[in-house]
């Protein structure tokens, strides 16, 4: 039998040929030219640079190119440790230098930058593209989102159009400009990977994720679309090396100009509170709820005088959405009542005894919003804690102890694991009482000290560490 000839000599030949010819034609086609949107766009980001005095730089502050870093998302500026003359390491007296980016959204001097790249800044020293450097002030900062708003007096200023993040989509390309290393407005781009991401202590944010190149500096700067509108601010990277590894997030742009208005206008950001303690529901606690799949957020716990509790929301109850809005996993729901202005009617959509409910809440006002509202231990540790009664001391096995009822996702008890529903049992070896008494214990406390705190999580005990802030 004769067989066909299916690869001819000349047939392959046709084909490397028409690879050769189209194959760069194609790719040339369809690959973005970042050049018009550069040469529009620069001029309107700045690059910032902070001092801070060596006697506010606390031992945890970490810097750029340690020995080893754990895989974790890192806030991504640029700590720069001035050397004097001949190259020796620098003096733990001498102030601190931090790099960051920023852009120029109002033609009055307003700079948008990142919460996180002015902190605790004694000096903030914006440079503009044409090499002008002057100082600014700072406006407002709103660390939940770690969005700053900065302000400069000067003329002639460049100002960045501001898009719509709602309209992006996975797979789109984007720029982004900024200051790695120090390196004056370096373009990098990308696509956007996934949106509306949840990262850890950041429940407020849903992050556009890219893999756009984002290395120490470029913090604060913008991220562009194609039509060189800004779309985001990029602010974090995943990394175990402390360098870029492919896995960027930029806080949305929506987000970040509802902060800026509410910096401007108000000096501080008000957001939704529920007063609930919440937990994920997983794959087991939907089949015992008898959900056909794992969603919403399940409330573990109530403030007794909080909205929630108020409105007749029970423990239980899993919302599956808020106004309408898709409650997918228990991190979702802080963001979309935090959306939410405080006083406002909210309606959840809750599933109790199987049944799905409509139930109206009015929000209140998550405490911390403003300084005048802040309880010591609130400030100190980034939570709120209740009474914890006697039948529910005999249950855990302890003889003292606080139901802790929120705590404030950028706070030092967020940053150490500790969850709504854990009882905390002493701080520093000495047994907490009451919330009045944990009050008064923190505010005696010195500052800025790590003490063993002893929880109690289920029944079980474990030590965590946690470092003090300021006593207010």
Avoid: C
């Avoid at 409330?299 to 509790?309: K, M, N, Q, R, T």
């Avoid at 963001?335 to 109790?352: C, F, H, K, S």
């Avoid at 000290?449 to 965590?464: K, M």
Wanted: proline content about 7%.
């Amino acid at each position: 039998m004769v067989r066909p000839k299916l690869h001819s000599p000349s047939w392959l030949m046709s084909l490397a040929l028409l690879l050769m010819v189209a194959t760069p034609a194609f790719a040339e086609s369809q690959l973005p030219d970042f050049t018009e949107l550069v040469d529009m766009a620069a001029p309107a980001v700045v690059n910032i640079s902070t001092t801070r005095d060596a006697e506010r730089i606390t031992t945890s502050s970490q810097q750029f190119g340690g020995q080893e870093v754990p895989e974790i998302f890192r806030h991504f500026f640029g700590d720069r440790l001035p050397l004097p003359p001949g190259g020796a390491p620098n003096r733990g007296d001498e102030p601190r230098h931090s790099l960051g980016s920023g852009f120029i959204f109002d033609e009055d001097g307003y700079i948008m930058t990142n919460a996180h790249v002015v902190k605790e800044a004694d000096e903030i020293l914006v440079r503009l593209n044409d090499r002008r450097e002057l100082k600014a002030e700072l406006v407002g900062a709103d660390e939940k989102t770690d969005v700053a708003i900065l302000k400069i007096e000067a003329d002639n200023l460049s100002t960045l159009d501001i898009g719509e993040s709602t309209d992006l989509k996975v797979g789109q390309w984007v720029a982004a400009i900024g200051s790695p290393f120090g390196f004056d407005h370096s373009v990098t781009s990308g696509i956007i990977s996934a949106i509306n991401r949840t990262l850890p202590q950041d429940v407020y944010v849903p992050f556009i994720q890219t893999d756009v190149a984002i290395n120490p500096g470029n913090s604060g700067g913008p991220l562009f679309n194609l039509d060189g509108e800004v779309v985001g601010i990029n602010s974090q990277i995943l990394t175990r090396s402390g360098g870029y590894m492919g896995l960027s997030f930029a806080i949305p742009i929506d987000v970040a100009m509802d902060v800026a208005k509410q910096l401007r206008e108000d000096g501080h950001v008000s957001r939704g509170w529920l007063g609930v303690s919440i937990q994920p529901v997983t794959k087991d606690l939907a089949e015992s709820f008898g959900m056909e799949q794992a969603e919403g957020a399940l409330i573990a716990g109530l403030e007794p005088s909080g909205p929630a509790a108020e409105s007749g929301l029970q423990a239980g109850d899993i919302i599956l959405e808020v106004n309408d809005q898709e409650v997918d996993r228990s991190s979702t729901l802080p963001r979309l009542v935090g959306e939410v202005a405080p006083n406002a009617d909210v309606e959840l959509t809750v599933l109790r005894d199987g049944r799905n409910e409509t139930i109206t809440v009015e929000v209140g006002e998550w405490p911390n919003a403003s300084p005048e509202q802040s309880d010591s231990d609130q400030i100190r540790l980034g939570i709120a804690v209740q009474p914890l009664n006697d039948t529910a001391k005999r249950q855990l096995g302890i003889d003292n102890g606080v139901r802790i009822a929120r705590v404030d996702p950028t706070g030092q008890a967020a940053a150490a694991g500790i969850r709504p529903g854990d009882v905390l049992v002493s701080i520093g070896q000495q047994p907490i009482e009451s919330p009045d008494q944990l009050k008064e214990m923190l505010t005696n406390l010195p500052d800025d000290q790590t003490l063993p705190v002893l929880l109690n999580r289920e029944g079980r005990a474990y030590f965590v560490a946690i470092q003090l802030g300021k006593a207010s």
